[in-house]
């Protein structure tokens, strides 16, 4: 069975920084892409970073460009998405996804975290 879950939001000043983290069942390979993605208030969800390889090229959204890192460790089936910089239009919930090697979509998502940065 696949799952994941995230953890990690909170509240944060901006200007500071926090570390999201997506634990990915057994069943998620070390070749299935994993993305995190953000939905604000009102708006539609977009994509913020994804990752397949850990020693692959990762993808960033430009608005998160040069100030979100996205990571993975295999060992722990762990995908982490560093956010520094933050600002007040990060707030968002953030939710991890999981995409099958070959696949065209992410087929698995998890609850969502929320990250709130005020203004």
């Known amino acids: 069975q696949v799952h994941v879950a995230e953890s990690g939001g909170g509240l944060v000043q901006p200007g500071g920084s926090l570390r999201l983290s997506c634990v990915a069942s057994?069943?998620?390979?070390?070749?299935?892409?994993i993305a995190w993605f953000r939905q604000a208030p009102g708006k539609e969800r977009e994509g913020v970073a994804c990752?397949?390889?850990?020693?692959?090229?990762?993808g960033y959204s430009e608005p998160v460009r040069g100030r979100f890192t996205i990571s993975r460790d295999d060992a722990k089936n762990t995908v982490y998405l560093q956010m520094n910089s933050l600002k007040p239009e990060d707030t968002a919930v953030y939710y991890c996804?999981?995409?099958?090697?070959?696949?065209?979509?992410?087929?698995?998502w998890g609850q969502g975290t929320q990250v709130t940065v005020p203004s």
């Open positions: 996804a999981a995409r099958p090697k070959g696949g065209d979509k992410y087929d698995y």
């Open positions: 057994d069943y998620v390979s070390d070749y299935w892409t």
């Open positions: 990752i397949t390889k850990s020693d692959g090229d990762p």
